[in-house]
């Protein structure tokens, strides 16, 4: 974990307000979880909190990493506009839990669910599977066509079964990742999501079954994004506690956590 | 690194120098030890600490504002005993004094903790947070009423020997009112300002951002009213006064000290920066000799007029 | 161009849209009627106007903090006279209704102000600012206690038949007394927040950078705070509010209207875009379209909970 | 006056931490007069206020104006790292009242002095000088050597004799403008000045006589920049009203103001 100033290599528009931002630093060596996020300073003085986003793929021989990011608020608009060049100010990797990706045995079948931009993380856990000669069949859902991204890249990871869902149905299947699921009857030996809390609901619902390890990237508003502040919190399923997603995720067992 | 222009002595705490982080803003130095040494600050004041364990607020416990930020995290803390076996232990690994924040719902419980911790060696003093405008039970109705506190501050002094700063609430007509009282109850500093009650609407719902629906309004956008505050319990008190309120930069703590201050603490900056406090420390050494000052409470004495 | 979606009628003032500049941000509107046509606005608060001529603070008379700004101008005003007779004919030229700010040091000069101003035709209703936090007899010792300022709002109800909205004070530790406390006087109407008092030092000087050594701290920092004192004094009055306090965007005021504002002011982002009030009328326009709501107080309902 | 997005044309380094700012846009043919200023946006959010810098020079043919601006705090900081191409809020031209530069006969001697950020308005003035032939001396006072900026620019032109002062004496004449003032024998028509209040004071007293219109262009920390918000009176010189700077101003006559 290090604060640096990198430097913005590229950042352009994938999707609709959807970007791809590539970094480079000398904090891309840390970097060796899928699941884990950085915590960016946004230019302009008057944002006090940084944004976390999750990292999408590393490229070590290069010395970068890649982000996913759609343009929601303030923050995200003023990324959007960086340049080639720029400097941010990052804090990272943040983050202890990745997605289990060495545990999965090469004859395991891997789920991976993943909604809007909940999909950056899985592409990293998509690639770290397809590096270990795992097979997986991953779904992602969006809105709409235009907002759908990443598709052909999970698709030339080796071993990788990629179906699309819109919402309006205007690309791949109508409906959502859930719909897609329910017409499944193979019942995979993990599962990793990541998405808006409520299709990690449903998910949880739908996939609960003894066979299945589940796993789930969680968001909250963050302060910190260290551990500090217990802005970040969740329950743990048992109500007994309190988890910090930014240290002590942001990746939990489906049974660990209350969604 | 020390530099000895930079040391300051209040009541309880020998400083290397006058930055601390504030409560709640560095739970218990844990996590920025991976960042920095500890020993290099002047104090660490700790998470509001209960008798019990609490969970806290549900979230979103934080919202951002125009240079500020609001929270409700709920006074979630381990409890007074946990307080004790597993987390000032840590901090004993550094050469630093600890400022005990104390929260509690009633005269009792902050008595409970004090009690707890009281002989805890690398206590060196404690904060009474009369002030946590996120929990009903807070402690804010003591910080809004000088009887109150007053009372509460003798309360607590009759069961420590060690110093007891009491933090102040900035959500009152007159703060000096505050100040006074508990001085005359014997308090042997005061901390200022706690959060600005604050509130954000979300349009897209129609509802508060916070699940708490208010919060706690800190980071830059508070600092006028912080200095104003210490400005003001400066005429009034000779009490030490620890400072904050959206302090990020060295020229920041030169403002609070000028405005009364004697030392100050850094809270959401170190969200932004994790090693806000120590480069501050270090521009403030840079500072001195630019301003051509001997020691750090030269500056304050521009400000002291009691 | 008038959207009848914006349109809302509070006491005094019909409003083609819940826009108008902030007493004192404004002046009398001649130097913004360079830029666009005042009758586009929903109304105009002019600027605090006393009985006689006054002349104001020493300069500097504003400073900057992060995401805001203290002034101190003083209640610098012609004179209520001077206002009558060379001011408001100007405004007169224009389809608004005015909002008439008055200040005064005694409840006899208050009197005397409205008095003077109460048969001109285009005062649409009065704002009394009981909370100038910037010259020591500007009214604050009524935004500070309930009784004062329920004395204060039964007199200058008894002198004028025209609505009469009250300017509330955040500098006071429960807001929700003085509302509850001059709506029980006779108010029409509620305005808030006016300015939280605040102060910044030069470290060059190791002095305070305004002459008048307090400001009053207005601008995108305050927002929070401003939204909390609507919400809360929405709970107890059914009263309509003006809200105001750091408004630079229709999101905001879509924020204020969540809380329970009935109407908003706009002030200091005036300074920082002239303007700020045209294109703030425009958005609001276009949020209406893209969250589908019929009329801007549907958007406040939200907020109504009395 | 207009509020505009101007185009940085050029932003650089003159002398220490002086910049030179050229803007364009369409604002740039309403300047007319020597003196008035430019409110400007500093990028970034959380600076509320703008800052008022005095226009320097006009290129009407090129459509940019120049500004020279020394890098004091945040605000002048920020501006310091805008690039060519990046856009800046800008109200302008603001003030009402310039250095009369009409009213002098060719035969008229005219004396400028400035002291560092006060120099830039007196370019613009002693351009318009030239342009009528009437000839004047030029006065500029720096801190030392390194802050000296404009001297050859104002030796270029036609009519025009100039003398350096510093502080350190490290360039042209040791002292302040007043101690070069001081030495000279010839009363001066006109009189036009520009810079720290204490140095206008001083030139006051030195410069009251009969024979001499001497003016001043004052500064103070501004609001609104248009006359509404009252933050940047003085007091007339019988001390019975106040002017606005930005509006009434910034240039007056030393006898309608108390300095
Ligand atoms: C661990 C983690 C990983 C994430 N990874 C990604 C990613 O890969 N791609 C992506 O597009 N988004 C990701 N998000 C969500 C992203 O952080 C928010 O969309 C972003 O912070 C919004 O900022 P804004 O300024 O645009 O919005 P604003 O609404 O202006 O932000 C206001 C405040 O709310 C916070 N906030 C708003 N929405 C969220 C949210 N959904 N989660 C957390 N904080 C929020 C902001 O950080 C900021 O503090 C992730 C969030 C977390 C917690
Ligand atoms: C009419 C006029 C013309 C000016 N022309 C020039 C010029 O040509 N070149 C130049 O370098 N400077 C000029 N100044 C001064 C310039 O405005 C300030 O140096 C600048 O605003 C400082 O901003 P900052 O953010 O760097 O400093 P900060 O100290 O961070 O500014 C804080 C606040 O104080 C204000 N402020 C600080 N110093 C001054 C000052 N001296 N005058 C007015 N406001 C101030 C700022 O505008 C801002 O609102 C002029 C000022 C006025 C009023
Ligand atoms: C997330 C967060 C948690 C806080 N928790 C506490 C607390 O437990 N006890 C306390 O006295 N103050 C608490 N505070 C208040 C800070 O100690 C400090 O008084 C305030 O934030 C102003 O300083 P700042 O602007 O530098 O943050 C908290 C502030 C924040 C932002
Ligand atoms: C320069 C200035 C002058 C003001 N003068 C007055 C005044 O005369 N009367 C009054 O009631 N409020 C006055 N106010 C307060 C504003 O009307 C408003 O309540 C406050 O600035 C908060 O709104 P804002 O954040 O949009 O500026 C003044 C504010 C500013 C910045
Ligand atoms: S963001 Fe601070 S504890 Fe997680
Ligand atoms: S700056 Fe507002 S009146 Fe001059």
């Not at chain 1, 599962?191 to 909250?220: D, H, N, W």
């Not at chain 1, 217990?230 to 489906?254: H, M, N, W």
């Not at chain 2, 996120?134 to 501050?153: M, R, S, Y």
Request: proline share 6%; with cysteine; glycine share 10%.
């Amino acid at each position: 974990m290090r604060n640096e100033m990198m430097t913005v290599a590229k950042n352009q528009e994938i999707a609709a307000n959807t970007y791809e931002l590539t970094l480079s630093g000398a904090l891309v060596n840390d970097i060796s979880k899928a699941g884990t996020f950085l915590h960016i300073e946004v230019p302009g003085g008057d944002l006090v909190l940084r944004r976390p986003i999750s990292i999408a793929s590393v490229d070590p021989v290069a010395g970068t990493c890649t982000l996913v990011y759609k343009e929601m608020g303030e923050g995200t608009k003023r990324l959007a506009r960086c340049r080639p060049g720029d400097l941010l100010a990052v804090l990272g990797p943040l983050g202890n839990t990745g997605f289990p990706v060495e545990s999965p045995q090469a004859e395991d079948h891997v789920l991976l669910i993943g909604g809007g931009v909940g999909v950056p993380p899985l592409y990293y856990a998509a690639y770290e599977l397809a590096k270990r000669k795992v097979t997986f069949t991953v779904i992602l859902g969006f809105q709409t066509k235009a907002a759908v991204f990443y598709e052909e890249q999970f698709r030339y990871l080796p071993g990788s079964e990629v179906q699309i869902m819109t919402d309006d149905g205007s690309y791949g299947g109508q409906g959502t990742v859930i719909d897609a699921l329910k017409t499944r009857t193979d019942r995979p030996a993990w599962l990793f999501s990541c998405g808006p809390r409520g299709m990690l609901r449903a998910l949880e619902i739908v996939s609960a079954q003894p066979g299945t390890k589940g796993y789930v990237s969680l968001e909250e508003r963050m302060g910190c994004g260290v551990g500090a502040c217990l802005a970040c919190v969740c329950e743990t399923a048992d109500r007994s506690s309190y988890r910090k997603i930014c240290q002590d995720g942001p990746v939990f067992a489906f049974k660990e956590v209350l969604l | 690194m020390i530099d000895p222009r930079l040391q300051v002595k209040l009541p309880g705490l020998t400083m290397k120098n006058p930055v601390m982080p504030a409560s709640g803003c560095f739970a218990f130095g844990r996590e920025y030890a991976q960042f920095y040494d500890l020993s290099e600050l002047g104090a660490v004041a700790i998470k509001g600490t209960t008798s019990g364990l609490r969970s806290g607020n549900a979230t979103p416990r934080v919202a951002e504002t125009p240079s500020g930020m609001l929270n409700a995290i709920g006074l979630q803390n381990p409890g007074a005993e946990a307080v004790r076996d597993a987390e000032l232990p840590f901090l004993a690994n550094y050469d630093v004094p600890v400022l005990a924040n104390v929260s509690g719902s009633t005269p009792e419980e902050y008595e409970e903790v004090i009690r707890t911790l009281t002989d805890v060696e690398n206590v060196g003093a404690f904060e009474l947070n009369i002030s946590c405008p996120n929990v009903k039970e807070g402690g804010i109705q003591f910080g809004t009423d000088p009887e109150a506190a007053a009372e509460l501050t003798a309360a607590v002094k009759r069961i420590t020997s060690k110093p007891v700063y009491v933090k102040l609430s900035p959500n009152v007509t007159d703060v000096t009112a505050i100040a006074l009282a508990v001085e005359s109850a014997g308090a042997d500093g005061l901390s200022l300002i706690n959060t600005l009650l604050g509130m954000r609407m979300d349009w897209q719902t129609g509802k508060p951002v916070l699940a708490n629906e208010k919060g706690g309004l800190s980071g830059p956008a508070v600092k006028p009213v912080a200095l104003r505050m210490i400005y003001d319990v400066r005429q009034v008190t000779r009490l030490p006064i620890i400072g904050m309120g959206g302090i990020q930069t060295a020229e920041d703590v030169i403002e609070f000290m000028i405005a009364g201050a004697d030392a100050i603490a850094v809270g959401t900056a170190n969200f932004s920066n994790p090693f806000a406090c120590p480069s501050i420390i270090q521009e403030l050494s840079k500072w001195l000799e630019r301003l051509d000052i001997e020691h750090i409470g030269d500056i304050r004495q521009q400000g002291e007029t009691v």
